[in-house]
């Protein structure tokens, strides 16, 4: 890649991992979008979330410094924390010096350190959660906005409230709700409740609430759970979050989560009794999962305006968790298939889409030409994403590159070749694309895909990628054999091996011997040469 970026994405949080969650979610698909077009996008995260091994599992490196919460817990003086944390947070900036910084909910940082290290970086977007008017509209809220390039708010320009000044407003961008997973991404209801360990005969029900960090988290689970726990025809899935510290609670019909990738397996559950988080609110909805609502206090998110949209939408309804004969209530009014479906549907209705792709090249419009940014979101669609998987993406991503020029025309052609490659292990596949892309260098793109296709049926009986690379490495540029013609001399030479018993170092002794008389240009005589001493 002849190109590299360098994005920071900044992510504080306390007692939750919102922040972090969308950062998350929006710099999978700059890295993606970056991918397409040949630039190698260096995604860093700075952030004070003490699950930040959510970004472990997708290769985003991050920076941690403690949580303001746990500082106060272990009894640490404050003032002192805060001028460190300042000085990490302009420090770490200044040595990486980003193209772009992506700052969360809050714009002048946790700490109020980011006024004087705006200026370290070339661009700066703000994500700009809406939240509640009295924090939104403080002055020092409200001074920093002008200071970014784009405020990018995820949600609809219709639900969202957001008070900007006068000289940002052309800078707001709408994008829509961001979900740490598109809908294409998540898994089937089966697969999910599979992996859950839930019963199909049973409803499946999420207790949730958020992260885990907040104070009333065990009391939300352990009221919920002796609400549920003894109807036999529910399965109780308990999500209690990264953050969560206290102790779990087991029994039957019940299932104990507290890592992060409970989002994927959202079309699990039948119904949920939840917080209203940003991420668990959007996730549920568009999943299509009614959730029993029982909001939380906080000091920036409005979570009872959020509730109450599902909820005056039929995708819903509150609770109280200190009334168990309300919440049995509340969960057998969705027992009837009709009802828990008119309820789904209204929540698809309310986020039919995640939109952290939406998000990413917005993002991206600032540090890279626009009409790239286009012709990359026109790449990597949602049927690609169904073909490929989120985890096959970026391999994808680099066949389409390799074959040709990296356009739409050249997805089909890739989409055969990540096909025909699923036996081999990710490294040796990229090794073989880059170098039968690189031997067949005057060959059309799908003459390539082709030569691809072909090559790893004929290698796979050896169970040996290393080898296959370390032949196919011997060959030289081909300038005049058509390339089905190379493609049966190699394969007539791997089936000699074969009959023979022999391995691929046999070729490969075979391919080095008559590499020495070969003359440049075509592996023609170089084959024919390696074939015949074979046949000795």
């Given at each position: 890649?002849?190109?590299?970026?360098r994005?920071?994405?900044?992510?504080?949080?306390g007692?939750?991992v919102g922040?972090l969650t969308r950062?998350?979610?929006?710099a999978?698909?700059?890295r993606?979008?970056?991918?397409?077009l040949?630039?190698?996008a260096?995604?860093y995260?700075l952030?004070?979330?003490e699950?930040?091994g959510?970004?472990?599992?997708d290769?985003f490196?991050?920076?941690k410094?403690?949580s303001?919460?746990?500082?106060?817990d272990?009894?640490?003086d404050?003032l002192?924390?805060?001028?460190?944390?300042?000085?990490?947070?302009?420090h770490?900036?200044a040595l990486l010096r980003?193209d772009l910084l992506?700052?969360?909910?809050?714009?002048?940082g946790?700490?109020?350190e980011?006024l004087?290290?705006l200026?370290?970086?070339?661009?700066?977007?703000?994500?700009?959660?809406p939240t509640k008017?009295?924090?939104?509209?403080?002055?020092?809220f409200?001074?920093?906005?002008?200071?970014y390039?784009?405020?990018?708010?995820?949600?609809?320009r219709?639900q969202a409230?957001?008070?900007?000044?006068d000289?940002?407003?052309?800078?707001l961008?709408?994008?829509g709700p961001?979900?740490?997973?598109?809908a294409?991404?998540?898994s089937s209801?089966?697969?999910a409740?599979?992996a859950?360990?839930?019963d199909?005969?049973r409803l499946a029900v999420?207790v949730?609430a958020?992260?885990g960090?907040?104070?009333?988290v065990?009391?939300?689970l352990?009221?919920?759970h002796?609400?549920l726990a003894?109807?036999p025809?529910?399965h109780?899935?308990?999500?209690a979050?990264?953050l969560?510290?206290?102790?779990?609670?087991?029994?039957?019909?019940?299932?104990w989560i507290?890592?992060?990738?409970?989002g994927r397996?959202?079309?699990?559950?039948d119904?949920?009794v939840?917080?209203?988080?940003?991420?668990?609110f959007h996730?549920?909805?568009?999943?299509?999962v009614?959730?029993?609502?029982?909001?939380?206090e906080k000091i920036?998110?409005e979570?009872?305006r959020?509730a109450a949209?599902?909820v005056d939408?039929g995708?819903?309804?509150?609770?109280?968790l200190?009334?168990a004969s309300?919440?049995?209530a509340?969960?057998?009014?969705?027992?009837?298939p009709v009802?828990?479906a008119d309820?789904?549907?209204a929540?698809r209705?309310?986020?039919p889409?995640?939109?952290?792709?939406d998000?990413a090249?917005e993002?991206l419009?600032?540090i890279?030409p626009p009409?790239?940014v286009?012709?990359?979101?026109d790449?990597v669609?949602?049927d690609?994403?169904?073909r490929?998987?989120?985890d096959g993406l970026?391999r994808?991503l680099?066949?389409?590159?390799?074959l040709g020029?990296g356009?739409?025309?050249?997805v089909?052609l890739?989409?055969s070749v990540?096909?025909?490659?699923?036996p081999v292990?990710?490294a040796?596949a990229t090794r073989?694309?880059?170098?039968?892309t690189?031997k067949?260098a005057?060959?059309a793109?799908?003459e390539?895909?082709r030569?691809?296709?072909?090559?790893?049926?004929?290698f796979a009986?050896?169970?040996?990628w290393?080898?296959a690379?370390?032949?196919?490495?011997?060959?030289?540029?081909?300038?005049?054999?058509?390339?089905p013609?190379?493609?049966?001399?190699?394969?007539?030479?791997?089936?000699?091996l074969?009959?023979?018993?022999?391995?691929l170092?046999?070729?490969i002794?075979?391919?080095?011997?008559?590499?020495?008389?070969?003359?440049?240009?075509?592996?023609?005589?170089?084959?024919?040469?390696?074939?015949?001493e074979?046949r000795?």
């Amino acid at each position: 890649m002849s190109r590299t970026v360098r994005v920071v994405c900044y992510a504080v949080n306390g007692s939750g991992v919102g922040h972090l969650t969308r950062l998350h979610a929006i710099a999978r698909w700059m890295r993606r979008y970056a991918t397409a077009l040949g630039v190698k996008a260096e995604i860093y995260f700075l952030t004070s979330c003490e699950a930040d091994g959510i970004l472990f599992g997708d290769g985003f490196p991050s920076f941690k410094l403690p949580s303001k919460t746990v500082i106060g817990d272990a009894g640490y003086d404050k003032l002192a924390y805060l001028a460190l944390a300042k000085q990490w947070v302009w420090h770490s900036l200044a040595l990486l010096r980003p193209d772009l910084l992506v700052v969360d909910t809050f714009p002048r940082g946790a700490f109020g350190e980011l006024l004087g290290a705006l200026d370290l970086v070339r661009r700066k977007a703000f994500v700009y959660r809406p939240t509640k008017a009295a924090f939104a509209a403080r002055a020092d809220f409200q001074a920093m906005l002008p200071l970014y390039d784009a405020i990018v708010v995820p949600d609809t320009r219709e639900q969202a409230v957001v008070q900007v000044p006068d000289s940002a407003r052309g800078r707001l961008r709408f994008v829509g709700p961001i979900v740490s997973r598109d809908a294409v991404e998540l898994s089937s209801r089966e697969e999910a409740r599979r992996a859950l360990g839930v019963d199909e005969g049973r409803l499946a029900v999420l207790v949730s609430a958020g992260g885990g960090g907040d104070p009333g988290v065990d009391d939300h689970l352990a009221r919920a759970h002796a609400a549920l726990a003894d109807d036999p025809s529910l399965h109780l899935v308990l999500g209690a979050g990264p953050l969560h510290r206290g102790a779990p609670i087991r029994g039957p019909r019940t299932t104990w989560i507290e890592g992060p990738g409970l989002g994927r397996h959202m079309r699990a559950f039948d119904l949920a009794v939840c917080a209203a988080g940003y991420n668990t609110f959007h996730e549920l909805m568009l999943a299509g999962v009614p959730a029993l609502f029982v909001p939380q206090e906080k000091i920036a998110d409005e979570q009872d305006r959020r509730a109450a949209r599902a909820v005056d939408a039929g995708a819903g309804a509150f609770v109280d968790l200190r009334d168990a004969s309300a919440i049995r209530a509340a969960v057998d009014a969705l027992r009837d298939p009709v009802a828990r479906a008119d309820a789904s549907a209204a929540a698809r209705a309310l986020v039919p889409a995640s939109h952290a792709r939406d998000a990413a090249a917005e993002l991206l419009r600032l540090i890279l030409p626009p009409h790239e940014v286009e012709a990359a979101e026109d790449l990597v669609t949602d049927d690609v994403l169904a073909r490929v998987g989120s985890d096959g993406l970026e391999r994808f991503l680099g066949v389409l590159r390799a074959l040709g020029e990296g356009t739409a025309r050249d997805v089909p052609l890739a989409l055969s070749v990540q096909e025909a490659l699923a036996p081999v292990p990710e490294a040796q596949a990229t090794r073989l694309i880059e170098i039968v892309t690189r031997k067949l260098a005057h060959a059309a793109p799908d003459e390539r895909a082709r030569a691809l296709a072909a090559l790893v049926p004929a290698f796979a009986p050896f169970s040996d990628w290393q080898g296959a690379t370390i032949l196919l490495g011997l060959l030289q540029t081909e300038r005049q054999l058509p390339a089905p013609v190379l493609v049966q001399r190699l394969t007539e030479l791997l089936a000699s091996l074969r009959a023979r018993g022999e391995d691929l170092y046999r070729g490969i002794a075979d391919l080095s011997r008559a590499n020495a008389s070969a003359e440049p240009g075509t592996n023609d005589p170089l084959l024919r040469a390696a074939l015949a001493e074979e046949r000795k």
